[in-house]
């Protein structure tokens, strides 16, 4: 074999599915949001009609809002997470299960993780209200409120996010060099001194992988709008991802969908530009 | 270490141990509820009965009215049926391809690296309208081998991203060494390589398989029919047909959540390994 196409013929299978699944469908999306189409029947050239139509859609002004603050309350997770890993970083009788039994809520499918929460909150079964009216509170119903129910939403995401920023500091704080920190110690250093000065720049990767994870699992929420409001009550709690497919499959609106999925694209790619950069820079 | 370790008083010890398991069971209270009310009959629902033992539990019938009474059998072996040869092609896949990119020199080595970690980023969405479109032509569309196909493809971006930094850690001598000799590439890398890399693989697999089985988005859209539906899409219809039956909700709750969980106990060790790499080395 040579040497020139060895590497080429190793990567073939992969490269191929990757180019017909993702590559491709990528340029596609784009090319279909300059169009009107309805899915099924003649693409119609719009030009930049789907673009102009999105700045004026109230809609729209509501999912990005809500995607920032999906985004701000998210990234809660890291320093809930770190809180969480520096409790449990200890040698003691059932660590390791107690850990374990912490970062439960990651491998659980967040289809069932909205439908905890949607009973959580249910006005009439639930338990929330069930304990405001024992404290003789008014029953309240979380999702069922335009103000609350993005917020009701967020708060079922932070559960396994949290868990998962947790179990990636942990690996973190088993990898900080003891003796760094014990020298610290004999310097008088302690608290959140220590924790500032000379355990979070050791942490950096940890910091990394976990920051990447949250601002990505941010932007793509989907999953639990879909389970727990679909993007209700009166599109309240949509974001650019919801909004997208409902645009396509419920409007039958194939290009202003994809207009609205090239524009969450955009966000995102700014950010994986920033992404591989730091990672190009780690590898040399 | 920090924080610092313990002191060996006992008092303290116990205190520490007090608050660690006061805190978990806050933490998985909410399991903890939706495992009780799974096995709650529906008049202990209507009574609003959360936190006190089931008066008359309804186990067998819950769960026999998920097996019986809905597809909730099919949904799961559906999933299986997807999940499965899925985690074991793309391993496949980004196996050979993380070989080719971590002991290649070529041009353009980096470009297709930095493409499979990008891929991993992007939103579903903009890939929604024509993998849809793409698998309706093939007659692809509402079958689990086009749920699968798709599956295999975006999960090999993270799975070569995965492996090349495992394979790049490999000491290259032994590879030099093989190919001096004459060696066939692949017999290097099926005789020499995929040996070493055994545990990120099988990392790898159960971190994959916790993914795939818990899709849910793709589900939707590439299949949703009731024949080929995987679970998680077949929960959300059943809470369309199941409104406000928390028991029977949950019960199917449960059964949906299990293999990931079970999968996550019994290989916890390479889960965690999986999960964590890159967040040690700098």
């Known amino acids: 074999m040579n040497r020139r196409f060895a590497p080429w013929l190793f990567m073939s299978p992969a490269l191929l599915l990757f180019t017909t699944y993702v590559l491709w469908p990528i340029a596609q999306s784009i090319w279909i949001s300059f169009h009107t189409w309805d899915g099924v ?28 603050l999906w985004l701000a309350l998210y990234l809660l997770s890291p320093p809930l997470g770190l809180m969480l890993a520096l409790f449990l970083n200890q040698q003691i009788r059932a660590i390791r299960l107690a850990k374990s039994l912490f970062f439960f809520p990651f491998v659980i499918n967040l289809v069932v993780v909205g439908l905890v929460f949607r009973w959580f909150y249910d006005p009439s079964y639930g338990p929330l209200n069930a ?29 396994p ?6 179990i990636i500091y942990l690996a973190g704080l088993s990898g900080v060099n003891r003796e760094i920190v014990e020298a610290a110690r ?20 940890a910091t990394f992988v976990v920051v990447v994870v949250t601002v990505v699992g941010a932007l793509r929420s989907f999953d639990l709008i879909a389970i727990m409001t679909e993007g209700g009550p009166y599109g309240s709690s949509t974001v650019l991802a919801w909004e997208m497919y409902e645009q396509a499959l419920f409007s039958y609106r194939m290009g202003y969908g994809a207009a609205i999925a090239v524009l969450l694209f955009v966000v995102m790619g700014g950010y994986i530009a920033w992404v591989l950069w730091q990672l190009a820079r780690r590898e040399s | 270490m920090f924080p610092a370790p313990l002191p060996p008083k006992p008092a303290i010890r116990a205190a520490y141990q007090c608050v660690l398991w006061t805190s978990l069971a806050l933490w998985l209270l909410p399991l903890a509820a939706i495992m009780l009310t799974s096995v709650r009959t529906a008049a202990d629902i209507a009574a609003a009965n959360y936190w006190s033992w089931p008066a008359d539990t309804a186990m067998v019938e819950n769960y026999r009215a998920i097996f019986a009474g809905t597809n909730m059998l099919r949904y799961f072996a559906n999933s299986a049926l997807v999940t499965l040869p899925s985690v074991a092609a793309a391993l496949l896949l980004s196996s050979m391809a993380s070989y080719a990119l971590a002991t290649f ?25 024509p993998v849809r479109d793409f698998s309706l032509s093939l007659g692809l569309y509402n079958t689990k081998t086009g749920l699968a196909l798709f599956h295999i493809a975006f999960q090999t971006g993270f799975c070569t991203f995965f492996l090349r930094g495992f394979i790049r850690q490999l000491p290259g001598e032994m590879l030099e060494a093989a190919r001096a000799d004459g ?14 890399i055994l545990p990120a693989l099988a990392a790898l697999a159960v971190l994959e398989f916790t993914f795939i089985w818990n899709d849910f988005f793709w589900g939707l859209i590439l299949a949703p029919d009731d024949q080929s539906r995987p679970v998680t899409v077949g929960l959300q219809a059943l809470k369309g047909t199941y409104r406000a039956q928390w028991h029977l909700l949950s019960a199917g709750s449960i059964i949906a959540a299990l293999p990931p ?11 965690i390994a999986g999960l964590t790499a890159g967040a040690t080395k700098g």
Do not use: K
């Open chain 1, 186 to 205: 004999i310097d008088g250093a302690r608290g959140w001194r220590m924790l500032y000065h000379i355990v979070l720049p050791q942490l950096r990767p």
């Open chain 2, 105 to 129: 020199r070529f041009r353009a080595d980096f470009l297709v690296y930095a493409m499979f970690i990008a891929g991993n980023f992007i939103p579903f969405q903009i890939l929604m309208i």
């Open chain 1, 131 to 159: 304990a405001i009216t024992a404290l003789g509170g008014e029953a309240i119903g979380i999702l069922a409120n335009e103000d609350t129910a993005t917020y009701g939403v967020i708060a079922a995401g932070l559960w």
């Open chain 1, 41 to 68: 029947g003649q693409m119609e050239w719009a030009g930049l009609a789907n673009y102009m139509e999105m700045a004026g859609d109230e809609q729209i002004v509501t999912a990005i809002s809500n995607n920032v």
């Open chain 2, 261 to 271: 969980v079970v999968c996550f106990f019994w290989l916890q060790r390479h889960f």
């Open chain 2, 183 to 196: 060696v066939p590439e692949w017999r290097i890398y099926l005789h020499i390589v995929m040996p070493l």
């Open chain 1, 161 to 166: 996010q949290t868990a998962y920023c947790m």
